[in-house]
């Protein structure tokens, strides 16, 4: 199990945590403009190595809690490992506030490889996500929830390799269920966190928290650990 120090309730389950992003973990001046964002499982290599395009740290500005601040125009992350491959049963959490008035793609973690992606986890008037459909596109869970600015959200995205259920909640009341193709395989090339494939001005405005991902189902136990830690820590109401 892994512990947030100082916060008896912010345990999150350690088998096969292939992700954790977590501004608040992070010990910087404020408006840092970061090269990097650590990876808590070690696993990841997460940078933006244009100066130009690095994204802000800045101290307790969520919930007495750091976050990130992305600007909308160019600022981003990658990585070019992937964290969740072939499709396999997979769990991804992410919290985030935006900012800005675009109504455009702008995500807050994507996978690249076109669209044979993994997970893409966005933030759009009606929030969503996306999952390679198995046949050279991809599939879209969307709720129909407009996204306010200036307040964190939680979304989560789940998939289940041997039936295909890809399902999708947006501050744990509002949820899409789909199905893909079971025994489509995609692989991925690594990941953008703050930006749609890096093109047509499509940059995520605001800040995101933290992100955590799984490569496995989750129980229903076990989602509700982590939302709880997450809306208790971001201030988002249970």
């Known amino acids: 199990m892994f512990n947030y120090p100082g916060q008896s309730f912010s345990i999150i389950p350690s088998d096969s945590l292939a992700l954790w992003l977590d501004a608040n973990s992070e010990i910087l001046d404020n408006g840092y403009m970061m090269p990097s964002w650590k990876d808590k499982t070690g696993l990841m290599s997460v940078s933006q190595q244009y100066p130009a395009c690095r994204p802000t740290f800045y101290k307790s500005v969520i919930n007495g809690c750091h976050a990130i601040r992305f600007d909308g125009d160019s600022a981003f992350f990658t990585c070019q490992q992937p964290f969740l491959t072939n499709l396999e049963n997979s769990v991804v959490f992410s919290v985030a506030m935006r900012t800005g008035n675009e109504t455009a793609r702008n995500f807050i973690i994507e996978t690249i490889n076109g669209l044979t992606a993994s997970h893409e986890v ?10 390679d459909n198995g046949s050279g596109g991809a599939t879209q869970a969307s709720v129909s ?3 306010v600015s200036n307040i964190p959200v939680l979304l989560r995205s789940s998939y289940k390799a041997s039936t295909g259920a890809f399902n999708f909640s947006y501050n744990r009341i509002y949820s899409k269920a789909i199905t893909r ?3 489509m395989i995609a692989t991925n090339s690594g990941f953008n966190i703050g930006t749609y494939r890096n093109a047509d001005g499509r940059f995520f405005e605001g800040y995101i928290c933290e992100i955590i991902a799984y490569s496995r189902a989750l129980t229903t136990q076990e989602i509700n650990q982590i ?7 971001w201030g988002i109401p249970l």
Request: charged letters at 15%; a positive charge; glycine letters at 4%.
């Open 145 to 147: 929830n407009s996204v």
């Open 122 to 131: 966005n933030q759009l008037s009606n929030p969503s996500a996306w999952i």
């Open 227 to 233: 939302e709880n830690y997450l809306c208790k820590k």
């Open 181 to 183: 193709t079971p025994g």
